[in-house]
């Protein structure tokens, strides 16, 4: 059986991937505008997990901004909690 090198496993979770979110509005015409492309760049997250996630601010003509964030959590990537102690009797 083959071992995978640290650059494969590195690769298995994302971590060499470069993905980016699009925003983008359709016009009344049909045509479409993209209002922001928002890189997403590999992250673990507080609780253990591991994803991507990126976030923006955007500006719309009429003067108003909104504020986006995309996460992406990959499934099963929380790490398994030990389990607790037994107390031991005497």
Known sequence: MDK???????DKKGTNRRLRAVIEEELPDGRKRILREIPLPFKIFSSGSDGFYGNDKIPFDNGERYQTGVTLTRI???????EPKQEEKS
């Open 76 to 82: 099963g990537s929380k790490p398994k909690t030990a």
């Open 4 to 10: 995978m090198s640290s650059e494969q496993q590195q």
